[in-house]
């Protein structure tokens, strides 16, 4: 009996329908938890390189300098540099063309920024969707495979003269497969959004509070009128 009611035996003997249900399912746990693994490294990333690119912010480098350098790593730097760099980009291309208005400049590089930080966001978002998909979905998915089952499970049944719970058992143990392996790819998926959601969140508050910081120190560069471009704060 043990082994006639084995995962492997159910699995084997269920029906089409169910045995279809299960593989979608098992797909979609699997290919959350391949997303999960890539979105905890390329949240772990951003941290990093926006930490790094902080302690050389507040170092004491002149903007020139920084900006220099975050134009040679513009494929291997962090969002934050990245934000940095088209703000004191579209800021130097209004003071080339002469453009002297203080308002101007600051708010040309404001919105340079703002851009830069949505497009930065929308990267860091990929696979949330999917995931909150799989974690939401998955439970009807595999509900939906065990009232199958149930319903081929006492079609079956119906031809029997005698019916006791040893016919009965293993039919019902296939179809609740399918719910276990619907919140097997539910609940994680579930905890991670979450989770990635939170840190997500983290981040774009850092990241907009840096374009806060830097346009206050344009700002103050634009108030004391220098004559070339802000080389400091």
Do not use: C
């Not at 969002?79 to 308002?103: C, H, T």
């Amino acid at each position: 009996m043990n082994q006639d009611l084995s995962i492997l035996h159910l699995v084997v003997n269920a029906s089409f329908i169910v045995q279809l249900v299960m593989l979608l399912l098992l797909v979609g746990s699997i290919t959350s938890w391949a997303a999960i693994f890539r979105k905890l490294r390329a949240l772990k990333n951003i941290k990093t390189q926006n930490e790094e690119f902080e302690r050389d912010f507040w170092s004491g480098t002149s903007l020139n300098d920084l900006y220099a350098s975050a134009a040679q790593n513009a494929k291997q730097g962090g969002p934050m540099e990245r934000i940095f760099a088209s703000g004191m980009r579209e800021y130097q291309k209004l003071r080339e063309r002469r453009i002297s208005d203080a308002a101007t400049l600051l708010d040309g590089a404001r919105r340079a920024m703002r851009a830069s930080f949505q497009r930065e966001m929308d990267a860091a978002e990929t696979n949330l969707s999917f995931l909150a998909s799989v974690g939401s979905v998955s439970p009807y998915v595999g509900l939906f495979g065990t009232v199958w089952g149930i319903m081929h499970a006492f079609t079956g049944l119906g031809a029997l003269q005698q019916v006791t719970l040893a016919t009965v058992a293993p039919g019902i143990a296939e179809a609740l497969v399918a719910t276990a392996l619907g919140l097997f790819a539910a609940i994680p998926a579930v905890v991670a959004y979450n989770r990635f959601a939170r840190d997500i969140d983290r981040i774009a508050i850092k990241q907009e509070t840096f374009i806060e910081e830097f346009s206050n120190i344009l700002q103050r560069n634009l108030g004391v009128q220098q004559p070339a471009s802000a080389t400091g704060y």
